[in-house]
C-alpha cells in the first residue's frame, strides 16, 4: 500500500507542471494521502 501510493505521488508530481515549490506541493499532497489511507 504504501509502494503504491508513493508511486502514485511521484507520478502526479512529475506529471504537474514544474511551477514554483511544486515538489513541495507534490510531497504534501503525498502525506496527506497517506494519513487519508493509514
Known amino acids: 500500500m504504501i509502494r503504491v501510493a508513493t508511486g ?7 506529471a504537474w507542471p514544474p ?3 511544486g515538489a513541495v506541493v507534490g510531497a504534501r ?3 496527506a494521502r497517506r494519513r487519508g489511507l493509514r
Open 19 to 21: 511551477a514554483s515549490g
Open 29 to 31: 499532497l503525498g502525506a
Open 8 to 14: 502514485m505521488s511521484v507520478a502526479m508530481t512529475i
